[in-house]
């Protein structure tokens, strides 16, 4: 079985601030990883994903994340955000073998950016 | 090139009442998931279809049901609603049979009273 656990359900910020979201998981199988973004009443959209090669991803919108497998962890970082990056944020994983799949998600973290 | 599609956005329904949701994958994808978002809450795996064929399925009762048709396009139901069912529903579509290409649509919300 797999779980995510996000570190932070919320992150305030100022404009132009660097930021880091936390996320780490729990998993007995190697998985794939995914940041998801959710803006009010939407769907969500794929920000990066971490399936195999560097360990460090880019993804749109300027982020990127870090995926860490001694310490189960792959932190979303963006250098300077806007008030637009306001927003929920959701990591997932995804367990590479078998067929099928179930995106597992964490709770999420809402990002707040303020001027 | 249309996204993921999803209909109604919007619904109200009365505990006890059955409910069916629909969802329009992208051209070429054979591959649908469906996800309940909970508010406050991180999206839960309900079921997948891929070629028609019910692949994975999660931790819900059997009052959740799915179908997958020839067009690949998918329907999930809803029998016996209770208030705890009010969600948004996400359809998820990719061309395999792994979610590591999906596409989300914006949901149908669903409110049980």
């Known amino acids: 079985a797999q779980s995510v656990t996000q570190l932070d359900s919320q992150v305030p910020v100022f404009e132009e601030a660097p930021v880091e979201l936390r996320c780490n998981y729990s998993?007995?199988?190697?998985?794939?990883l995914f940041w998801y973004v959710q803006y009010p009443n939407q769907g969500l959209q794929l920000l990066l994903k971490?399936?195999?090669?560097?360990?460090l991803v880019k993804g749109i919108n300027g982020f990127e994340a870090e995926f860490n497998k001694s310490q189960t962890s792959f932190h979303l970082r963006k250098p300077s955000v806007h008030i637009s990056d306001t927003a929920e944020y959701f990591c997932a994983v995804s367990p590479r073998a078998g067929a099928g799949t179930a995106l597992i998600f964490g709770k999420g973290t809402t990002l707040s950016v303020s001027s | 090139d249309t996204g993921v599609t999803q209909s109604p956005t919007h619904l109200i329904k009365t505990r006890g009442q059955q409910v069916t949701l629909r969802c329009s994958p992208i051209s070429g994808h054979k591959s649908v998931s469906w996800y309940q978002q909970v508010l406050g809450q991180g999206p839960q795996f309900i079921f997948q279809y891929y070629e028609k064929e019910e692949r994975g399925r999660g931790n819900f009762p059997d009052r959740f049901s799915a179908r997958q048709f020839p067009n690949y396009s998918s329907e999930l139901n809803v029998n016996a609603l209770l208030l705890g069912d009010s969600a948004l529903y996400l359809c998820a579509s990719g061309p395999g049979n792994k979610d590591t290409e999906a596409f989300f649509g914006q949901g149908t919300r669903l409110t049980v009273v």
């Open positions: 971490y399936l195999s090669g560097s360990t």
């Open positions: 998993s007995s199988v190697s998985v794939y």
